[in-house]
């Protein structure tokens, strides 16, 4: 069974820092390209950033470029997004995405909840 296990998510201050891990486990990870969601109330689903496969490609919302880092250790199954300077708008809850397009494989972790308030 496909599981993507999101942690890292939290409280903190404005213009602080957060890392968010998300560990991969029943599917080949090298085969996924991955990426990071957050949504909040009264908003539509956000993509954050993005990495594939090999880390050769990074994409990122405006909204967070700059500040926000994703990246992935294959070794591990596990990608990462490392938040700084973090503003209230911020605050969401935040997603794991596995997205393989040659299968159409399309899996989500369960969310990490991160408020960003002082």
């Known amino acids: 069974q496909v599981q993507l296990a999101e942690s890292g998510g939290g409280l903190v201050q404005p213009g602080g820092s957060l890392r968010l891990s998300c560990a991969a486990s029943g599917l080949t990870f090298t085969n996924y390209d991955m990426n990071w969601y957050r949504q909040s109330p009264g908003r539509e689903r956000e993509l954050v950033a993005s990495?594939?496969?090999?880390?050769?490609?990074?994409k990122y919302a405006d909204s967070v470029r700059g500040r926000f880092t994703i990246s992935r250790d294959n070794d591990k199954n596990t990608v990462f997004l490392q938040m700084n300077a973090l503003k209230p708008e911020d605050t969401a809850v935040y997603y794991c995405?596995?997205?393989?397009?040659?299968?159409?494989?399309?899996?989500w972790g369960q969310g990490t909840q991160v408020t960003v308030s002082s």
């Open positions: 990495i594939d496969r090999t880390a050769s490609i990074r």
């Open positions: 995405n596995a997205r393989r397009r040659i299968t159409n494989g399309n899996h």
